[in-house]
Nanobody
Framework: QVQLVESGGGLVQAGGSRRLSCAAS????????MGWFRQAPGKAREFVSV????????KYADSVIGRFTISRDNAKNTVYLQMNTLKPEDTGVYYC???????????????????WGQGTQVTVSS
């Protein structure tokens, strides 16, 4: 059973930076697509970023382009989300996700992902 454990969340001032990590265990390897979703209070869950195992270019939500960078270390089975120039609207619970599948048309759909972490809270104060 694949397990995803996020870390790195916390309180940060607007304009600041934060790096989230997600350690995968239990069967994941470099052939897993991994990514991040988030959910703000009272709002629907939304796609943030994905890094395909296929070598395709990472994808980002329009709202984070130019500010967030996703990367992965296959040797450590870990994916990272570097978040810069944070805004109050980035506040939410950030979930790490993984899938054995990748679709260039469905990557922003939560149903594509088989595995979800418990989430880590990021709060950006104004």
């Amino acid at each position: 059973q694949v397990q995803l454990v996020e870390s790195g969340g916390g309180l940060v001032q607007a304009g600041g930076s934060r790096r989230l990590s997600c350690a995968a265990s239990g069967g994941t390897d470099s052939t897993y697509t991994m990514g991040w979703f988030r959910q703000a209070p009272g709002k629907a869950r939304e796609f943030v970023s994905v890094i395909p195992w296929t070598g395709d270019t990472p994808k980002y939500a329009d709202s984070v382009i130019g500010r967030f960078t996703i990367s992965r270390d296959n040797a450590k089975n870990t994916v990272y989300l570097q978040m810069n120039t944070l805004k109050p609207e980035d506040t939410g619970v950030y979930y790490c996700v993984a899938s054995t599948y990748y679709s260039s048309s469905n990557y922003n759909y939560g149903g594509m992902y088989d595995y979800w972490g418990q989430g880590t809270q990021v709060t950006v104060s104004s």
